[in-house]
């Protein structure tokens, strides 16, 4: 099986369709069967079961499935080798993180990049999902948790502690709510994923007892924007929360566990002269705003 096979192999295993492995590979999903029913004539082996819900892997398909992953670890590996040692300040870097970090540090970041390295080309991601450094998803990822893989090489750039906001508007309408009163009567907003994870969800330690969850936000620019919209009281990274000119409330209370900012990228690229700027960039954005 040759590399370009792997790849196509690869995308329906974790695509399941045609379809999805076309979107992935940029090909149409004719090509994309096509391809299969080749790889399996070559083997003369069944290496998918066609269902109505797409493709699954037979007994033969996952111990390929095996192989294959090893294949694509040595490519992925010679080509991080092979990137870090380019010293071109030109060419493409991939960098993911939150859309509220995009906006307040990594758009600035790009400005002040371009003007100087005009060449280089930043592909900004901008979303919840953690995509792998290790599989050249990314080149950089700006992140809120700091990643335990060996092979990565992880800085802290910001660290801020987290307090309670609301917009002029809302404590207004419904003026502010008292310490110790679970928030009666009060309108809250809460990142959505928080409220899945924890049983007991507190804002700024307090808990939700008496208020009313009126948004759950999958983003944290969304509970910015829902916060700044005078929609209702939550948290916030104090930097972010005074940005946006918000009200700060119960000033001597903050979450528990404040908000790190973490800069990861992979050490096979941590000598490539395109990735090296960008992170320099980054990092002083940050910088500046911890000053």
Known sequence: MNWDDARVFLAVCRATTSRGAARVLGVDQATVGRRINALEKSLGATLFLRTSDGFALTAVGEAALRSVEKMERSALDLERQIQGMDDRLTGTVRVSTTDSLAIDFLIPAIARLHDQHPDVRVQLDASTQFLSLAKRETDIAVRNARPDSPDLLARLVGRWPV???????????????????????????????????????????????????????????LVRRSIAAGIGIGELPILTGERDGLVRLWPQRTRPLPYDVWLVTHADLRHTARVRVVIDEIVAGFAAAMA
Not at 164 to 183: C, K, N, T, V
């Open 163 to 221: 307090g309670l906001f609301a917009s002029q508007a809302y404590i207004d309408r419904h003026g502010a709510p008292e310490p110790g009163s679970l928030f009666d009567g009060h309108d809250l907003v809460v990142y959505q994923p928080h409220l899945q994870s924890q049983k007991d969800l507190t804002l700024a330690c307090e808990p939700l007892g008496r208020g009313r969850i009126v948004a759950a936000l999958s983003s944290s620019l």
